[in-house]
């Protein structure tokens, strides 16, 4: 295992969340994962989950882990993409791994077929190309624009009534 291999294992490990540089898209892509025997798995694709458009039909991304504790880019490297097709046993291996990570999913009952149905799972290998290494804020990783979104906030914050302002809220 190279120092690179080692440090990618380990960010993936730790964050929750990568960087993907995707085809025809200015900026990078936010996305969460599962880290499981040496690669990166993403679910995108289907009814409420993360879009990733290209990914499923690329061969090779650029991928940014950053640093769980400083935020910081900690390394990008280049992954070979592979889909992980329904019925065979790495999908029968990986999927109920990526259920149990799912956060915040409408509903987690019959999750895996309906991923089987409408979703893709892809599976990024990392390869011995490293694009940069380690860098801090001022490399424009940190200054990536959000994906603009029709979310919203709900509204101004709920109004206290009848309560004592603390110290610190005044």
């Known amino acids: 295992m190279t120092d690179s291999s080692a440090l990618i294992a380990e960010a993936a490990k730790k964050s929750g969340l990568l960087w993907l540089h995707l085809p025809d898209l200015p900026q990078p892509r ?8 040496g ?9 409420g989950e993360q879009p990733m458009p290209g990914l499923p039909e690329a061969e090779r991304v650029r991928v ?14 280049v992954a070979a993409c592979e889909r992980v097709e329904p019925g065979t046993p790495l999908w029968d291996e990986v999927t109920p791994l990526l259920a149990k990570d ?12 309906r991923w089987a149905e409408e979703s893709y799972v892809v599976r990024l290998v990392p390869t011995d190309e490293v694009a940069e290494g380690p860098g801090g ?4 990783y940190a200054s990536v624009r959000p994906v603009p ?10 109004r206290m009534i009848g309560g004592r302002r603390r110290k610190a809220d005044r």
Request: charge should be negative; avoid cysteine; charged fraction near 20%.
């Open 137 to 140: 804020y001022g490399d424009g």
């Open 64 to 77: 940014t882990l950053r640093s769980k504790d400083k935020g910081g880019r900690l390394i990008s490297f």
């Open 102 to 113: 799912r956060l915040n999913a409408a509903s987690h009952e019959g999750q895996t077929e």
């Open 30 to 37: 936010a996305a969460w994962h599962l880290w499981h025997d």
């Open 39 to 47: 690669a990166a798995y993403v679910l995108t694709g289907g009814e």
């Open 149 to 158: 979104t029709p979310a919203t906030t709900a509204g101004p914050p709920p």
